[in-house]
């Protein structure tokens, strides 16, 4: 008897503790919510990552494309989403760090669980072969001397890269108009048909012009030069590491995500990202990887937001 | 280049390729007739499961799926009233009054072959001119969209029909639906009622899926007390041999897929537009414009041809510029860019095989609509006017729900295009047409936004917009449409 008491109580124990201990997470596919649409560079980088994710997990991830708003809908969906980690965001730092400056979000850094980040690219901005400067600092120079006079495509009110290049140019005290358009290929379709003066956007359209001689870009919002683009100065050559603005990738979850299911994520990310192709795949696309995870993401998030913030009430264009 | 063209032909026809073809066509036309279901949600499901093989199998999929289903929203659009997808939107306006005098079969025939035409015009232009055709989308900016927008716009006047007012006040409805959201250029929300879902403005294809998919299914469901159709009515093959269409065609198909390929060209314009337009233009060029609307097999074919010309003319800013016509196009350039290509100018000399073999791809699926089409169109879903209303009222609603909930899984989203849907049937009801809500919705934006750009570059130099040579052709052309209008309007106010 006493022995059939103890085995039941040693079963049952076993199993009340099952969940915790033996937390087989994940064990069904995984939804990774994208706030941007199918085809873009987030999506491209995403869908990417997950082929690799997938096999480290051991279960699929489908993908959703959740566009609209600056992102903002998405985000939105996900934090509303069950913590379970089983509906993941995948994202860039605008949704995160700028859109809720400038829009109603019921979302904030503080509230969602930091995953890892995954990879990150600087912004360029490019001109015509005919333009008067051949660098980084020539360039600044040219838009110092003639203010008001030249166009710049951007990727609109509250796109990264137009912050990006407002805050160089208020450190400059260059008045350049900026246009905004859709993103980079409509940005880049303009630059190119000689409706704008200059491209700014990201890294990869750009290439194959530089490439041709139809473009010269002379500067990238990273603090670091670019390999691919020598003409092109970082912000640290010029004087101005600080001023530094990239695109920077990475997962999140809704409040509450087990921290044991968030390491999971978290490891496999980061042997995931250990793939030659994906290196390869990221070089191609003018990435480089950044894995931050945890606390210190929440952190990066924090520094950004506040630092956005500042920028956007200068501007003129904070709302909250 | 015509080199590298006929040396890309055996990688488009190797096996591999030739079964993706046929599968993604297959699939194309089964996802384009299934309202909700969209192409670009097919191919970016798709997409992934390709990234272990060969580019060509993977592009050879979206050629299908994308030329397959353009042809495939012709379906529900002609025998139901339901476009399948945006783009068939004009193929309703006389497909469907075909199906009601007992045309169907014609109509799907027709709408069948125009497609493929449609879609072999475009291929070859993508094949011959790409490089050239590219220029002409740079010299496209903001000025130059602009009038494009207006020109759609002042199209209204033909699509109107009897009642101006009316029409005009359908027009302003979609330009308002159109407004609502966050505005792009000065980050101002419009409309939006503090609701953060409105704030991304309304999705397209959830908005016109209730207005034009939902009222006919309503419709439907009122004479719920008989089959819809008499299941003899319908005649599958009775109809119209391939000579006879050419011969009556000809003409249409040629002026509708020009159109198609111009309208391709410009990214952010899209085969809704191409098939307004050359819709319009049918009616416009037609002797006998009264009979457009009561099934006149004509407007199929400038429809059809129209939307499908759009395709692949589409590919060629994205593959020659790397900058990406619509989401399809996209997905394609995400597409190969995994598969370690980087779009732009060098694309054609660095991987030839894969872009003149995703030509060819588009060439082929293009004719192998004439054989899966008719195939899978009359064979099987012809069958689905047998079914008692009963059936075929709830059986469409759940997969127009399904389909809208996929693309972003959001609730609220069909909320939304329920209530478009009881506003579509309201308008219906009251005899607003409905054409001119989906061209307000599309080209109202597209006119104030790049009319704000124009202004922006130009410092609010208002001369501008008119010293183009690209703007002056187009303001000429759109005064020849006003002008003739016009006349025809005020010739048969004084016959009456």
């Given at each position: 008897m006493k022995t059939l008491q103890l085995t039941s109580l040693v079963a049952l124990s076993a199993f009340t503790a099952m969940p915790v201990m033996a937390d087989d997470y994940p064990n069904r596919p995984i939804e990774i919510i994208v706030p941007a649409p199918a085809g873009g560079g987030t999506d491209n980088v995403a869908r990417m990552l997950n082929q690799y994710l997938q096999e480290e997990l051991g279960e699929s991830l489908a993908v959703l494309n959740v566009a609209g708003g600056g992102g903002a809908i998405g985000v939105n969906q996900i934090a509303r989403a069950?913590?379970?980690?089983?509906t993941l965001l995948s994202t860039w730092n605008s949704p995160i760090t700028t859109v809720p400056h400038m829009q109603r979000v019921q979302y904030s850094y503080e509230t969602l669980t930091p995953i890892t980040s995954t990879s990150q690219s600087a912004y360029t901005m490019c001109v015509a072969p005919d333009f008067p400067a051949e660098t980084g600092e020539e360039f600044l120079a040219e838009l110092q001397n003639n203010p008001g006079q030249y166009t710049y495509g951007n990727d609109g009110v509250g796109g990264t890269m137009r912050l990006a290049a407002e805050r160089i140019f208020e450190a400059y005290d260059i008045e350049a108009r900026p246009i905004p358009f859709g993103g980079a290929g409509e940005t880049l379709q303009n630059f190119l048909g000689g409706h704008v003066d200059i491209y700014g956007g990201s890294i990869t359209p750009a290439l194959p012009y530089v490439e041709d001689g139809k473009a010269k870009c002379l500067l990238v919002t990273s603090a670091d030069d670019n390999e691919a683009l020598p003409q092109a100065s970082g912000l640290a050559a010029l004087g101005h590491p600080e001023l530094e603005t990239v695109l920077w990738r990475m997962m999140l979850a809704p409040e509450g995500m087990d921290e044991q299911r968030v390491n999971v994520i978290a490891d496999a990310v980061a042997s995931a990202v250990e793939h030659p192709e994906f290196q390869a795949f990221l070089t191609s696309q003018g990435e480089t990887l950044n894995l931050v995870r945890g606390e210190e993401l929440r952190e990066r998030l924090h520094q950004e937001t506040v630092a956005i913030g500042e920028t956007l009430e200068k501007l003129g264009l904070k709302k909250n | 280049m015509f080199d590298s063209l006929f040396n890309a032909l055996p990688v488009a026809l190797q096996f591999g390729s030739v079964v993706s073809l046929f599968v993604g066509t297959l699939v194309g036309i089964l996802i384009g007739a299934l309202p909700g279901l969209n192409p670009v949600m097919a191919i970016a499901l798709m997409l992934p499961l390709t990234y272990g093989f060969d580019p060509v199998i993977a592009l050879g999929l979206v050629a299908g799926i994308y030329n397959g289903s353009m042809y495939g929203g012709a379906i529900p659009a002609i025998l139901l009233k339901i476009p399948g997808t945006p783009a068939a939107i004009a193929t309703t306006f006389d497909g469907y009054p075909m199906t009601r005098n007992g045309q169907g079969g014609l109509a799907l025939k027709t709408a069948c072959w125009s497609s493929a035409i449609g879609g072999i015009i475009s291929a070859i232009a993508l094949m011959t001119l790409a490089p050239l055709l590219a220029q002409v989308t740079l010299a496209f900016g903001p000025t130059e969209y602009f009038w494009v927008a207006v020109f759609g716009l002042v199209s209204i006047a033909v699509l109107v029909g009897s009642d101006i007012s009316k029409g005009m006040l359908s027009a302003l409805l979609g330009v308002i639906i159109g407004l609502v959201g966050v505005d792009t250029i000065s980050g101002a929300e419009r409309y939006t009622f503090d609701s953060l879902y409105l704030s991304g403005g309304f999705d397209l294809i959830i908005v016109l899926i209730g207005l034009y998919a939902i009222p006919p299914v309503l419709e439907m469901a009122e004479k719920s007390n008989a089959t819809y159709y008499d299941a003899g009515s319908f005649k599958v093959d009775a109809s119209g041999n391939a000579l006879g269409l050419i011969r009556q065609h000809w003409r249409t198909w040629t002026r509708s897929s020009l159109i198609g390929v111009s309208v391709g060209i410009l990214p952010g314009a899209g085969g809704n537009l191409a098939a307004l337009l050359s819709y319009n233009e049918a009616k416009r060029k037609?002797?006998?414009?009264?009979?457009?609307?009561?099934?006149?097999?004509v407007g199929v074919a400038a429809a059809e041809s129209g939307n499908s010309a759009d395709n692949a003319s589409a590919m060629i800013p994205s593959l020659t510029l790397g900058i990406p016509g619509n989401l399809v196009a996209a997905l394609v350039l995400g597409a190969l860019m995994i598969h370690g290509l980087q779009p732009g100018p060098q694309l054609f000399t660095k991987s030839p095989d894969v872009v003149f073999g995703f030509m060819w791809q588009m060439l082929f699926t293009a004719m192998l609509l004439l054989l899966l089409g008719g195939m899978v169109a009359t064979r099987l879903f012809a069958q689905v006017l047998r079914m008692p209303t009963a059936l075929l009222v709830p059986t469409t609603l759940v997969l127009m729900a399904v389909g809208v909930y996929t693309v972003k899984g959001n609730m609220t989203d069909l909320y939304v295009m329920l209530a478009f849907g009881l506003l579509g049937y309201l308008l219906h009801r009251l005899a607003f047409p409905l054409a001119p809500v989906v061209l307000g919705v599309l080209l109202g934006p597209m006119a104030e936004q790049n009319l704000r750009l124009a202004m922006l570059i130009s410092q609010d130099n208002w001369g501008s917009l008119f010293t183009r040579p690209i703007s002056q052709g187009i303001i000429a052309l759109l005064l020849m449409v006003l002008f003739t209008q016009a006349w025809k309007i005020l010739r048969k106010g004084r016959q009456n």
């Amino acid at each position: 008897m006493k022995t059939l008491q103890l085995t039941s109580l040693v079963a049952l124990s076993a199993f009340t503790a099952m969940p915790v201990m033996a937390d087989d997470y994940p064990n069904r596919p995984i939804e990774i919510i994208v706030p941007a649409p199918a085809g873009g560079g987030t999506d491209n980088v995403a869908r990417m990552l997950n082929q690799y994710l997938q096999e480290e997990l051991g279960e699929s991830l489908a993908v959703l494309n959740v566009a609209g708003g600056g992102g903002a809908i998405g985000v939105n969906q996900i934090a509303r989403a069950k913590p379970d980690g089983y509906t993941l965001l995948s994202t860039w730092n605008s949704p995160i760090t700028t859109v809720p400056h400038m829009q109603r979000v019921q979302y904030s850094y503080e509230t969602l669980t930091p995953i890892t980040s995954t990879s990150q690219s600087a912004y360029t901005m490019c001109v015509a072969p005919d333009f008067p400067a051949e660098t980084g600092e020539e360039f600044l120079a040219e838009l110092q001397n003639n203010p008001g006079q030249y166009t710049y495509g951007n990727d609109g009110v509250g796109g990264t890269m137009r912050l990006a290049a407002e805050r160089i140019f208020e450190a400059y005290d260059i008045e350049a108009r900026p246009i905004p358009f859709g993103g980079a290929g409509e940005t880049l379709q303009n630059f190119l048909g000689g409706h704008v003066d200059i491209y700014g956007g990201s890294i990869t359209p750009a290439l194959p012009y530089v490439e041709d001689g139809k473009a010269k870009c002379l500067l990238v919002t990273s603090a670091d030069d670019n390999e691919a683009l020598p003409q092109a100065s970082g912000l640290a050559a010029l004087g101005h590491p600080e001023l530094e603005t990239v695109l920077w990738r990475m997962m999140l979850a809704p409040e509450g995500m087990d921290e044991q299911r968030v390491n999971v994520i978290a490891d496999a990310v980061a042997s995931a990202v250990e793939h030659p192709e994906f290196q390869a795949f990221l070089t191609s696309q003018g990435e480089t990887l950044n894995l931050v995870r945890g606390e210190e993401l929440r952190e990066r998030l924090h520094q950004e937001t506040v630092a956005i913030g500042e920028t956007l009430e200068k501007l003129g264009l904070k709302k909250n | 280049m015509f080199d590298s063209l006929f040396n890309a032909l055996p990688v488009a026809l190797q096996f591999g390729s030739v079964v993706s073809l046929f599968v993604g066509t297959l699939v194309g036309i089964l996802i384009g007739a299934l309202p909700g279901l969209n192409p670009v949600m097919a191919i970016a499901l798709m997409l992934p499961l390709t990234y272990g093989f060969d580019p060509v199998i993977a592009l050879g999929l979206v050629a299908g799926i994308y030329n397959g289903s353009m042809y495939g929203g012709a379906i529900p659009a002609i025998l139901l009233k339901i476009p399948g997808t945006p783009a068939a939107i004009a193929t309703t306006f006389d497909g469907y009054p075909m199906t009601r005098n007992g045309q169907g079969g014609l109509a799907l025939k027709t709408a069948c072959w125009s497609s493929a035409i449609g879609g072999i015009i475009s291929a070859i232009a993508l094949m011959t001119l790409a490089p050239l055709l590219a220029q002409v989308t740079l010299a496209f900016g903001p000025t130059e969209y602009f009038w494009v927008a207006v020109f759609g716009l002042v199209s209204i006047a033909v699509l109107v029909g009897s009642d101006i007012s009316k029409g005009m006040l359908s027009a302003l409805l979609g330009v308002i639906i159109g407004l609502v959201g966050v505005d792009t250029i000065s980050g101002a929300e419009r409309y939006t009622f503090d609701s953060l879902y409105l704030s991304g403005g309304f999705d397209l294809i959830i908005v016109l899926i209730g207005l034009y998919a939902i009222p006919p299914v309503l419709e439907m469901a009122e004479k719920s007390n008989a089959t819809y159709y008499d299941a003899g009515s319908f005649k599958v093959d009775a109809s119209g041999n391939a000579l006879g269409l050419i011969r009556q065609h000809w003409r249409t198909w040629t002026r509708s897929s020009l159109i198609g390929v111009s309208v391709g060209i410009l990214p952010g314009a899209g085969g809704n537009l191409a098939a307004l337009l050359s819709y319009n233009e049918a009616k416009r060029k037609s002797t006998n414009p009264e009979s457009f609307g009561t099934g006149n097999p004509v407007g199929v074919a400038a429809a059809e041809s129209g939307n499908s010309a759009d395709n692949a003319s589409a590919m060629i800013p994205s593959l020659t510029l790397g900058i990406p016509g619509n989401l399809v196009a996209a997905l394609v350039l995400g597409a190969l860019m995994i598969h370690g290509l980087q779009p732009g100018p060098q694309l054609f000399t660095k991987s030839p095989d894969v872009v003149f073999g995703f030509m060819w791809q588009m060439l082929f699926t293009a004719m192998l609509l004439l054989l899966l089409g008719g195939m899978v169109a009359t064979r099987l879903f012809a069958q689905v006017l047998r079914m008692p209303t009963a059936l075929l009222v709830p059986t469409t609603l759940v997969l127009m729900a399904v389909g809208v909930y996929t693309v972003k899984g959001n609730m609220t989203d069909l909320y939304v295009m329920l209530a478009f849907g009881l506003l579509g049937y309201l308008l219906h009801r009251l005899a607003f047409p409905l054409a001119p809500v989906v061209l307000g919705v599309l080209l109202g934006p597209m006119a104030e936004q790049n009319l704000r750009l124009a202004m922006l570059i130009s410092q609010d130099n208002w001369g501008s917009l008119f010293t183009r040579p690209i703007s002056q052709g187009i303001i000429a052309l759109l005064l020849m449409v006003l002008f003739t209008q016009a006349w025809k309007i005020l010739r048969k106010g004084r016959q009456n």
